[in-house]
């Protein structure tokens, strides 16, 4: 009779900096008594992280959520912009906030994507971006997608939050699009606590993103635009120098561990486990399974409820879908007819827990609970 874990065994555990590391870095910082406005801790990160991803100019922020919504001002962006309802409040919640109108597009069953083939038939006069998801961290087509930008002249903001890390054929993620965001979120495998960043092609991008995170001041007696207060200080920035070294391992750790769920899983009827990409560079920042009902025996929430009587929280990213929320429910690009592939993923997919601190024997018993549920 398999038990339940002793302690609520959750969906992920951030990866810690050593603590006498960090009260180095600490003191270092205490005795510089410089702990926010672009420090030296925060340049060096930015240094830091634009070698890690390849990117040609970044600059680091307060959290994703902010940088995605100074994004889309860099970027002038107005009127209409296409993204996918698969994804977390965020993404769409940055269009909003610059009374900007999202226009869903479906997603590919597969990658979870926002689907190239549907996004030509949402443009209109009023479009004036493609803001795809990297969701959990599989990389979007992004040659189809640039492709239709340049058609029509669009910009393409990447909401690159889970992607920290990944590469096409050998091309860093940071690479693709105008510009591409990363949260820096303590759940994320690479963090600041809280935190995010902006990849930018063109380094005028750079220079309107650093003044809008700072109250869009331009030099000592100039104030350009209305920015907002999107700094990282200097101990966050210091959490991320001390665990960017880690990020490999971490992600390794990961790798081995989505090996053992799939192959653990690979004989549950009605599991099915995601699968790696062709050509893709991965960083397994979520390990996510979709629910057959009538294969398992029971549905998708059944088995979210039963794994909670074993202490294993899970986590439905992402039900519901953005284009259900009070919010947006109202747009026409909202229908369940319109987004039939985002519902039926919505409805069937399960997070299971994933991070570098797991032990083989708790994913072992994990995917035996999972085993033993099957057949309601
Ligand atoms: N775009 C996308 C596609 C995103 O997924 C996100 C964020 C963003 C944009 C915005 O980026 P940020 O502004 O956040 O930088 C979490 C995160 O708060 C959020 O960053 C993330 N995506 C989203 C997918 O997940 P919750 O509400 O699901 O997290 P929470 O607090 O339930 O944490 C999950 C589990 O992690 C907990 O059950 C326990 C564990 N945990 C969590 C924290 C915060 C810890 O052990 N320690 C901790 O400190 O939103």
């Not at 038939?121 to 479009?127: E, K």
């Not at 331009?218 to 635009?225: C, P, Q, T, W």
Request: aromatic share 10%; glycine share 6%.
């Amino acid at each position: 009779m398999l038990k339940p874990f002793p302690q609520p065994y959750y969906i992920t555990q951030p990866l810690l900096p050593d603590i006498n590391k960090t009260s180095e870095m600490i003191k270092m910082i205490w005795e510089s008594k410089q702990l926010s406005n672009n420090g030296d801790m925060v340049k060096q990160l930015e240094s830091e992280l634009s070698d890690f991803l390849q990117a040609d100019f970044l600059s680091v922020f307060s959290n994703g959520t902010v940088a995605l919504q100074l994004a889309c001002r860099v970027l002038r962006l107005s009127g209409e912009v296409i993204t996918t309802p698969f994804t977390f409040a965020a993404t769409v919640h940055s269009l909003e906030w610059n009374n900007i109108r999202p226009v869903f597009c479906d997603i590919e069953e597969d990658t979870f994507n926002i689907n190239p083939d549907l996004i030509e038939s949402l443009i209109t006069r009023h479009t004036t971006a493609i803001m795809p998801v990297h969701v959990f961290g599989n990389p979007c087509d992004v040659g189809r997608i640039q492709q239709i930008a340049d058609r029509y002249g669009l910009r393409v903001l990447y909401d690159a939050a889970h992607a920290f890390g990944v590469k096409v054929r050998d091309q860093a993620i940071a690479s693709f699009g105008d510009i591409s965001m990363f949260s820096f979120h303590a759940t994320k495998i690479f963090h600041t606590i809280e935190g995010g960043a902006l990849t930018f092609k063109d380094k005028y991008y750079k220079e309107r993103a650093d003044s809008l995170r700072n109250f869009g001041i331009g030099d000592s007696d100039n104030v350009m635009e209305p920015g907002t207060n999107g700094k990282l200080n200097e101990v966050q920035a210091a959490v991320g120098i001390l665990l960017l070294p880690e990020v490999e391992n971490e992600i390794a750790r990961r790798k081995a561990i989505t090996g053992l769920y799939r192959q653990w899983l690979e004989d549950v009827p009605g599991i099915a486990a995601s699968r790696d990409i062709d050509g893709v560079t991965h960083n397994y920042p979520y390990f996510v399974v979709r629910v057959d009902e009538k294969e398992y025996g029971s549905s998708r929430d059944e088995l979210y409820e039963r794994l909670k009587g074993f202490n294993i929280i899970t986590r439905k990213y992402f039900y519901p879908l953005c284009s259900d929320f009070q919010c947006y429910k109202y747009l026409p690009s909202s229908s369940r007819q319109h987004l039939p592939a985002a519902n039926r993923v919505a409805d069937t997919v399960l997070a299971l827990p994933l991070h570098g601190r797991m032990l083989d024997s708790d994913v072992e018993k994990i995917c035996a609970i999972i085993k033993s549920l099957h057949g309601g």
